[in-house]
């Protein structure tokens, strides 16, 4: 299988700089990276993929069986090192994408390195001594409106998403790229992003790490940004100047500074 067709793989930056690979979110592809790439692009030679059925990523390698774990995304990146032949490199992981660089770092060690995380969130539902920041009412109604009327759950639930509502230009642009995504292919994603519980996962967590919370995300309030932190004794968190779930795209400067700093820690 051509992998590199396949995750629909960029490669951007010197060819012998170090290794930086950015993975999106539920609903996104590499274009979500776009504001943070030139500034790392300059020394490292940063990898951009698109998930199997997301962005331009070849549709008939999804399948549903394969894509209903976190596992199964994290397969995608362990294939697009391989593919690569990386060794060590930075994985940047926004989103789910933080909890699936943790899975691929303990499948593949000597191809990731360390991690960034992004807006992580390791379970989005409320449990006991824990804030997700949902309660299961919320997440079974927040699929159920998914799978219904994904355009409109799209159209809806964006801004909230993107927060930034001084910026609607913001929302306007994740509903976009949610609703480029196959309903079918998003609702199986969904299920697997809102549902997935990768607290013990965390456990084994000892490369180097940096989580980046915002000070205000619905999706991922501070609470869980500190859950994270804590249960990785080899990370740093760091608390962005910025709101809503995506950084990269609502405060670019200060999420590029952040990894630029952490990166620069790690040559």
């Given amino acids: 299988m051509d992998i590199r067709r396949r995750n629909n793989v960029t490669l951007i930056g010197p060819a012998d700089g170090p290794v930086v690979v950015l993975a999106h979110g539920f609903g996104c592809d590499q274009n979500m990276w776009r504001l943070i790439v030139p500034g790392l692009a300059r020394r490292h030679r940063v990898v951009l993929f698109d998930y199997v059925g997301s962005g331009g990523s070849d549709l008939s390698a999804w ?20 593919e690569l032949d990386l060794e060590r490199a930075v994985f940047v992981g926004h989103s789910v994408s933080a909890m699936v660089g943790v899975l691929a770092a303990r499948a593949a060690p000597e191809r990731i390195g360390s991690l960034v995380m992004v807006a992580p969130s390791p379970r989005y539902i409320d449990d006991e ?14 699929l159920d409106s998914l799978e219904s ?11 909230v998403i993107m927060g930034n509502p001084d910026r609607p230009e913001l929302g306007e642009e994740l509903a976009t790229s949610f609703c480029s995504t196959d309903p079918e292919i998003a609702r199986v994603f969904a299920r697997t992003t809102f549902l997935s519980d990768s607290r013990e996962d965390l456990k084994d967590v000892e490369i180097p790490t940096l989580v980046l919370e915002c000070t205000q995300d619905v999706i991922a309030p501070r609470e869980v940004g500190a859950f994270v932190h ?3 004794p080899s990370s740093r968190l760091v608390t962005l100047d910025a709101t809503g779930h995506c950084p990269q795209l609502s405060a670019p400067e200060a999420t590029s500074a952040a990894v630029l700093a952490f990166l620069q820690e790690r040559r």
């Fill in 129 to 142: 001594g824990y804030r997700g920041g949902f309660s299961e009412q919320d997440i079974e109604e927040l």
């Fill in 63 to 82: 399948s549903e069986q394969r894509y209903s774990s976190l596992d199964g995304y994290a397969r995608d990146v362990v294939e697009v090192c391989e």
């Fill in 149 to 159: 009327n994904y355009l409109g759950w799209s159209a809806g639930m964006a801004p």
């Fill in 230 to 232: 804590a249960a990785i």
